[in-house]
């Protein structure tokens, strides 16, 4: 496929570019006082850049540079250059100013195309922006890249879910930019008011949101064909609804939402009422204090605070310390964030947070991290597979994505499993046909893959007239995770279903258990 945007380049010809580039940017640094310093630290000067290699001379910069010349800070061209201003949310102290040249926006526009370009969009798709815009540089940026690859752009931006589905109806877009979290709510109310045969919406790209364990991201590229980005995220298909059962002790109890992120609140809300709750939700950390001290003052008190760690008017920890202080210590507070919260927990922990929940939110994780506090489903005790269970037990492991393949391989293997590996559903079955009595003890059977799928990869090793072969236990491993996903596994011939991302404890359990039978 040949990409407008995207330039066909070799090995050398990219080595040379990330060279050119290199030595560009150490130039410009050197313009500013604080890189300057910095190099001259470490005895560089632009004229030393000669090689790839050198990059690991270069000293590097943290959050603390940018603030340190506030609020224009390592800026590396005059003033008068600066085209447009950015900044971050100022949630852990000042502002990080991000200053433009026309350049840099160019440069943006065109880096966002590339993006739509390898995403699969055309110009004569139709792109509708559900990302912010202002102060914060995410909307601006998919605006420019979309109309820079000749798309027609309908910039909603956030919130204003009714509007989104009213233009979605009427212009026809094919395309969708948001938030994950706007993401799934989107496909919600789709799924809701049976809007399904009524749009034409055929891809979403999300960004804005750190990529996480539920928001698996992999990135394959090959030189001269290009990138490819794949994004599991987990949307019903089926059309069979399962609605969530109400959570008998939480029946009736107020929840407060704090985010500035006005589709994060309605999209937990949601979930609150779900499971039986009067939700309300603020996009400031100032007014959830002050609504905190005005439930307490009339008796209603709020049950369950759930509070995003950066929200632009007050920390979300200090959120939490003001609320700890008007209401004391029993009530649950869960912050939510879309980032690693391992460098804040401990603050988090010492300010009153009494659980941490991971962006984009689902209903099952909400239910288990209220369940606790409230005692309202007690979970089971867990038990840990013997690892005698597991060593030297030999598993072959069918997987087309190689950064999947290699990170389920090495856990495979950490549990005694002795792994061997098949990147499509031929090579599995092949090597079930060639293996000798005993080779392989089980099957791990990726679902989604070239060539031959994992349902027909496991008809056919069912059908080998060797019946010790033909009865090997098979589990699908698959992000298709909902029940008509499980019943055409075992309509295809599998053990059972397994669904990504993995829980680790789970697959082991899983494993032993079966090995065991």
Avoid at 117 to 144: I, K, N, S
Avoid at 222 to 245: R, T, Y
Wanted: hydrophobic share 40%; proline share 6%.
């Amino acid at each position: 496929m040949s990409y407008r945007f995207i330039p066909q380049l070799t090995d050398e010809d990219i080595r040379q570019k990330q060279l050119e580039g290199l030595r560009y940017t150490v130039r410009q640094a050197w313009n500013s006082p604080q890189y300057r310093a910095k190099l001259e630290a470490c005895g560089l000067k632009p004229d030393d850049i000669t090689s790839l290699d050198d990059l690991r001379r270069l000293p590097t910069c943290d959050v603390e540079d940018l603030r340190e010349g506030y609020p224009l800070p390592l800026l590396c061209v005059p003033p008068r250059d600066v085209a447009r201003i950015h900044a971050s949310s100022g949630t852990t102290g000042k502002r990080k100013i991000l200053a433009y040249t026309q350049r840099d926006i160019d440069t943006f526009s065109l880096q966002i195309a590339r993006c739509f370009e390898l995403a699969g969009f055309t110009p004569e798709d139709r792109m509708q922006l559900a990302v912010g815009y202002g102060l914060w540089t995410a909307g601006a940026g998919f605006q420019a890249g979309s109309e820079r690859l000749g798309m027609l752009t309908v910039p909603v931006g956030p919130g204003n879910l009714e509007m989104h589905l009213q233009l979605l109806q009427d212009l026809g877009a094919t395309g969708f930019t948001a938030t994950a979290s706007m993401a799934l709510l989107l496909a919600e109310e789709v799924e809701r008011a049976d809007l399904r045969g009524k749009i034409k919406l055929k891809r979403m790209v999300c960004g804005s949101e750190t990529r996480s364990e539920k928001m698996r991201l992999a990135i394959e590229s090959e030189p001269g064909k290009g990138s490819e980005f794949i994004v599991d995220l987990c949307f019903a298909l089926s059309g069979q609804k399962v609605e969530p059962k109400p959570l008998p002790q939480l029946e009736g109890l107020r929840a407060l939402v704090a985010d500035d992120d006005t589709d994060t609140c309605l999209s937990v809300s949601t979930m609150l009422s779900k499971i039986g709750m009067r939700p309300e939700w603020t996009i400031s950390g100032r007014e959830a204090v002050i609504r905190t001290r005005y439930a307490m003052e009339q008796g209603d008190e709020f049950s369950v605070y759930i509070i995003d760690w950066l929200i632009p008017d007050m920390n979300g920890i200090e959120v939490v310390r003001q609320i700890r202080k008007v209401i004391g210590k029993n009530c649950p507070i869960i912050i939510l964030t879309a980032y690693d919260w391992a460098d804040i927990e401990e603050e988090a922990r010492a300010a009153g947070v009494t659980a941490f929940c991971e962006k984009p939110l689902f209903l099952s994780e909400l239910r288990k991290v209220l369940a606790e506090p409230f005692c309202a489903e007690p979970a089971p005790e867990s038990s840990q597979p013997n690892a005698a269970d597991l060593k030297g037990k030999k598993l072959l492991l069918v997987e087309d994505n190689a950064l999947n393949r290699e990170l389920a391989q090495e856990i495979l293997k950490e549990a005694g499993f002795a792994v061997d590996t098949a990147e499509d559903g031929e090579i599995a079955v092949r090597k079930m046909k060639q293996a000798v009595p005993g080779q392989y003890d089980l099957i791990l059977m990726d679902i989604q893959m070239p060539k031959m799928d994992g349902y027909e990869a496991t008809r056919q090793i069912r059908a080998l007239p060797d019946a010790a072969k033909a009865d090997i236990p098979i589990f699908a491993m698959t992000a298709n995770a909902f029940e008509e996903d499980r019943q055409n596994a075992l309509k295809a011939g599998m053990d059972g279903h397994i669904a990504k991302p993995l829980d680790i404890p789970h697959l082991l359990q899983v494993l032993a258990d079966v090995l065991k039978s």
